[in-house]
C-alpha cells in the first residue's frame, strides 16, 4: 500500500470547534494541510504555506502543539494510506476556501454530525479535542 505523508493542523475558533475543509472533486472533510515541498525547512514551514495558499489565513507557530503521527486509509485515494504528523495551532483568518480547497466548515469535535469526514480525522483527531 502506497503511503502518502502530510502536515495536517487542527484549529480552533472561539468556540472551541474545530475546521475541517473540502478539496474540490473530494466528497469528504478532513484537516487543512498537505504534502511537504522541497523548500520546506520544517513542519510547521509546510502548514504555515498550506494554510495561506489554501485558506489565506496566517498560522502563528508560537504555541503550535505537536499531536503526534497518526495514520489511515486515504480518504481521497484510494488503496493508498496517509500518515500524518498532526499540529495544534492557532490561525487568523478570514478564512476562505481557495486553491483546491472547495468548502470548509467549523465543526464541534465532540459532536460532527453526520457531516461526511475522512476517516482519519473522524475517528483519531476530533476525539483529541473533544472536551
Given amino acids: 500500500m502506497r503511503r502518502i505523508e502530510i502536515v495536517a493542523a487542527m484549529i480552533r475558533d472561539s468556540e472551541g470547534r474545530v475546521l475541517l475543509v473540502r478539496k474540490r472533486g473530494a466528497e469528504v472533510f478532513q484537516q487543512p494541510g498537505g504534502k511537504r515541498d522541497p523548500g520546506d525547512t520544517d513542519d510547521l514551514h509546510t502548514l504555515a504555506r498550506e494554510l495561506e495558499e489554501e485558506l489565506g489565513c496566517r498560522m502563528r507557530r508560537e504555541g503550535a502543539r505537536l499531536l503526534g503521527r497518526f495514520s489511515a486509509p486515504a480518504a ?56
Avoid at 500524518?84 to 480547497?101: C, L, S
Wanted: net charge negative; hydrophobic share 45%.
Fill in 76 to 131: 481521497n485515494e484510494p488503496g493508498c494510506e496517509v500518515e500524518a504528523v498532526v499540529y495544534e495551532v492557532e490561525a487568523a483568518g478570514p478564512f476562505e476556501a481557495r486553491a483546491e480547497i472547495e468548502a470548509l466548515c467549523w465543526v464541534d469535535p465532540a459532536d460532527p454530525g453526520e457531516l461526511p469526514i475522512a476517516q482519519l480525522s473522524r475517528e483519531q483527531l476530533l476525539p483529541l479535542l473533544a472536551d
